[in-house]
């Protein structure tokens, strides 16, 4: 009897732990993701008003500012690189109390190091960087402002006139369809005296951003709106202005093979950066004051499958901005682009196509001027995911 009663402790005290150590038994599902593409670019560009050199990054993508206008000289040049290709890592986790998740971008665009004379060495540049936690996302990625819908094209931007097109640091809050975001504040301004643009360093308080998504079997919509204080500071005296955006687009369905119409238009008061990659700046210095630059951009395109590997995309794209009347004559005023393509995909992962595109640019003065590019694409997308579920 007395060894019974001396064996009764042990025994509760095994089946309590054992029943606390089920309770505490969870799988934990930890993703790994990397990806990216690897993409060959030959672009041949014909310039009607001037050259461009070797190292403005128009000689890789299509950048509406810096199209020349003026001159009459044109000039022929031929450029190969493989700068846009670009690789990820995207980690997501349940081990936490709310889905966490984290991702890495870079590329090779817009370095500064390296050139073509021998070893085309080119740095890596950060793209994204951020973490997500439940419904809140901190770090860099695509602003909220930003409807992020492109046109399929070859060249890296594709209608880049009518884009809203920023990546920048921000604290994004997710509620349903809806998401609300404070980002990284910077105004750019342009002085009377002068056409070029150039960043305040005055100004503390964060850009303001709201936007609600719309989707369905048609297809995805979304609005947003941006409201910004713009701050600049000379001679001691601080200059604000308030800022304001709409923008609204998205990819509409077309028929059954495929297709769809894409499309973005924006309407801002001292939109500046967010706009046609910095086509203007957001404000002007007068002599005593600031003054927003007024912007309306769009684009539209439409994607159209021939048959299950090949597919074209036609776009047209254009921005016009309205300047105080002490601006100087040779800032950017309007610029349109085109653009039309033939894409060949032997595979989902793979793509091989040939773009044809012009672009114009006029500044206040009614200087104008143009090139065409004829654009040459090889494309291998890849990625690997493996998934690992441990029980804790």
């Known amino acids: 009897m007395l060894r019974f009663l001396v064996i009764i402790p042990f025994l509760f005290s095994f089946l309590f732990s054992f029943s606390q150590e089920n309770d505490s038994i969870k799988k934990v599902t930890t993703t790994f993701k990397f990806g990216g593409y690897a993409k060959a670019d030959y672009l041949y560009s014909h310039y009607r008003n ?33 700068k846009e290709s670009r690789f990820n890592f995207d980690v997501s986790t349940d081990k936490f109390k709310k889905p966490t998740r984290a991702f890495i971008e870079l590329d090779f665009l817009l370095s500064s190091q390296g050139n073509e004379r021998i070893s085309n060495s080119f740095s890596p540049r950060l793209r994204h960087f951020y973490f997500e936690y439940g419904n809140l996302l901190l770090g860099q990625t695509w602003s909220n402002f930003m409807i992020v819908v492109l046109p399929d094209d070859l060249d890296f931007l594709g ?43 005055a100004g503390f308080i964060p850009d303001f951003t709201a936007r609600k998504n719309f989707s369905g079997k048609w297809g995805s919509w979304s609005i947003a709106a941006v409201g910004r204080v713009l701050e600049f500071e000379q001679n001691d005296v601080s200059h604000t202005n308030f800022a ?48 927003n630059v007024e912007t309306f951009n769009g684009y539209f395109a439409f994607n159209h499958y021939w048959s299950k590997y090949f597919s074209s995309s036609v776009d047209i794209s254009a921005i016009t901005s309205n300047h105080d009347s002490t601006s100087n004559t ?37 200087d104008s001027g143009s090139y065409s590019r004829l654009q040459l694409s090889a494309k291998y997308i890849f990625g690997h995911a493996n998934k690992s579920v441990r029980e804790k």
Do not use: C, M
């Open 50 to 82: 001037g050259d461009v050199s070797a190292t403005n990054l128009l000689r890789d993508f299509h950048v509406p500012s810096q199209t020349p206008v003026g001159i009459e000289d044109e000039n022929i040049d031929g450029d190969f690189h493989v």
């Open 159 to 201: 209608a880049a006139e009518g884009l809203v097109f920023i990546r920048q640091p921000q604290v994004r809050l997710k509620v349903g369809s809806w998401a609300f975001s404070i980002e990284n504040q910077e105004t750019t301004i342009t002085r009377f005296d002068a056409a070029g643009v150039i960043s305040s360093e």
């Open 244 to 291: 304001y955006g709409i923008t609204t687009g998205g990819k509409l369905k077309v028929g059954n093979n495929g297709d769809d119409f894409r499309t973005v238009l924006t309407y801002g008061s001292g939109l500046g950066r967010y706009v046609a990659v910095g086509f203007v700046a957001s404000s002007v210095v007068t002599t005593d004051d600031l003054a």
């Open 330 to 366: 040779g800032v950017n005023k309007t610029a349109f682009g085109s653009s039309v393509n033939l894409k060949y995909r032997p595979v989902k992962e793979v793509l091989f196509g040939i773009e044809l595109s012009h672009a114009n640019r006029e500044i206040l003065n009614g």
